[in-house]
């Protein structure tokens, strides 16, 4: 019997030897796991959080850019607004004489709140040439153009009423501050704040057939050169006047020395 507890306790102690450092191992490679793990799963965190802000960043980026292709898209589809009114509004009539220079007029107004510069450009710059060419109107103001062009002779028998002409007129405009003079730069430094007024075509007509067209033609080329020869005139110097050796006389000062010598001569 005591040889059998005698064993029984030894082997209790070597169990218990060879157990402690198996749970220890054990213990131990559980918190190494563990530790592992739970950086696996932070740094697995981490990449989650990363690509839900790079995928919060190009959502942004996507939703400013669409943002914006759809407000260009929106701006692109609304009319433009126009500065200048037109008279006419879409064409330009001249008589058809071939072989001859006609002529044609457009009555222009600025209709904005602010000074406004006009220009005019077409297709066949050797052939026609508009007066004035270029100009900036102030809020109200309007002016007529006229418009000058060869007549060419018409090809294989064709009548006055086939004839068609390819030329096109265009009149661009373009906000200004009231300061501003005009120069031929001006257009082109300001390109993005250009507009297209309108696209002009060219109509022909039979001087021999009087029609509405043409006796407004006739009347817009009259008013038109009333005001040429108006711009022609010198104008008319309301200032002081100078006398002899630049001598500046007033007028009030003038009548007041005549009344003054009348008093002394009384």
Same mark, same amino acid.
């Given at each position: 019997?005591?040889?059998?507890?005698?064993?029984?306790?030894?082997?209790?102690?070597?169990?218990?030897?060879?157990?402690?450092?198996?749970?220890?191992?054990?213990?131990?490679?559980?918190?190494?796991?563990?530790?592992?793990?739970?950086?696996?799963?932070?740094?697995?965190?981490?990449?989650?959080?990363? =690509?839900?802000?790079?995928?919060?960043?190009?959502?942004?980026?996507?939703?400013?850019?669409?943002?914006?292709?759809?407000?260009?898209?929106?701006?692109?589809?609304?009319?433009?607004?126009?500065?200048?009114?037109?008279?006419?509004?879409?064409?330009?009539?001249?008589?058809?004489?071939?072989?001859?220079?006609?002529?044609?007029?457009?009555?222009?107004?600025?209709?904005?709140?602010?000074?406004?510069?006009?220009?005019?450009?077409?297709?066949?710059?050797?052939?026609?040439?508009?007066?004035?060419?270029?100009?900036?109107?102030?809020?109200?103001?309007?002016?007529?153009?006229?418009?000058?062009?060869?007549?060419?002779?018409?090809?294989?028998?064709?009548?006055?009423?086939?004839?068609?002409?390819?030329?096109?007129?265009?009149?661009?405009?373009?906000?200004?501050?009231?300061?501003?003079?005009?120069?031929?730069?001006?257009?082109?430094?300001?390109?993005?704040?250009?507009?297209?007024? =309108?696209?002009?075509?060219?109509?022909?007509?039979?001087?021999?057939?009087?029609?509405?067209?043409?006796?407004?033609?006739?009347?817009?080329?009259?008013?038109?050169?009333?005001?040429?020869?108006?711009?022609?005139?010198?104008?008319?110097?309301?200032?002081?006047?100078?006398?002899?050796?630049?001598?500046?006389?007033?007028?009030?000062?003038?009548?007041?020395?005549?009344?003054?010598?009348?008093?002394?001569?009384?």
């Amino acid at each position: 019997m005591g040889v059998q507890e005698e064993k029984s306790g030894g082997e209790e102690k070597v169990c218990g030897l060879c157990r402690m450092p198996f749970w220890q191992t054990i213990s131990s490679n559980a918190n190494a796991n563990g530790s592992s793990s739970s950086s696996s799963s932070s740094m697995g965190n981490n990449n989650v959080y990363q =690509q839900q802000s790079q995928s919060s960043q190009l959502g942004e980026r996507s939703t400013v850019t669409s943002t914006n292709g759809l407000f260009s898209m929106a701006k692109s589809l609304l009319p433009t607004r126009r500065r200048l009114r037109l008279d006419p509004p879409n064409k330009l009539y001249f008589p058809y004489e071939p072989g001859k220079q006609v002529r044609s007029a457009i009555d222009i107004k600025n209709t904005s709140k602010s000074h406004v510069a006009f220009k005019f450009q077409t297709t066949a710059p050797k052939s026609c040439y508009m007066r004035p060419p270029e100009g900036i109107l102030a809020p109200g103001e309007s002016v007529i153009a006229t418009v000058f062009k060869f007549v060419e002779p018409p090809e294989n028998n064709e009548k006055p009423v086939e004839k068609k002409s390819r030329v096109k007129f265009k009149i661009m405009s373009l906000k200004v501050k009231r300061e501003t003079d005009y120069v031929p730069e001006l257009f082109d430094e300001q390109k993005d704040q250009v507009s297209v007024e =309108q696209i002009l075509l060219v109509v022909f007509l039979d001087p021999e057939r009087t029609c509405p067209a043409l006796e407004k033609l006739r009347r817009q080329l009259a008013k038109a050169e009333a005001a040429l020869e108006s711009r022609k005139k010198p104008q008319e110097d309301t200032g002081p006047r100078i006398v002899g050796e630049g001598l500046v006389i007033d007028e009030w000062k003038e009548r007041r020395e005549r009344y003054l010598a009348k008093q002394a001569a009384g």
